[in-house]
């Protein structure tokens, strides 16, 4: 937690403040990064709907 701590700017204890554990910061880091990903997914941003997209203009 020390080092995501430095990596922020932040005082350790200001990172333990927010989430308990590592294991929280983890899974609260993953459930934002799916929830992007998700989203760029239905928005039809990604870089395989746009070859999808490209290939059906053709």
């Known amino acids: 937690m020390g080092d ?3 990596a922020v700017l932040l005082h350790r204890r200001l ?3 927010h989430f308990k554990s590592k294991d929280e910061l983890v899974e609260a880091v993953l459930i934002r990064e799916l929830d992007r990903y998700a989203e760029t997914w239905r928005a039809g941003g990604g870089r395989s709907a ?3 997209r490209d290939l059906r203009e053709r």
């Open 4 to 6: 995501v701590a430095e």
């Open 15 to 17: 990172v333990y403040l």
């Open 50 to 52: 746009r070859r999808k």
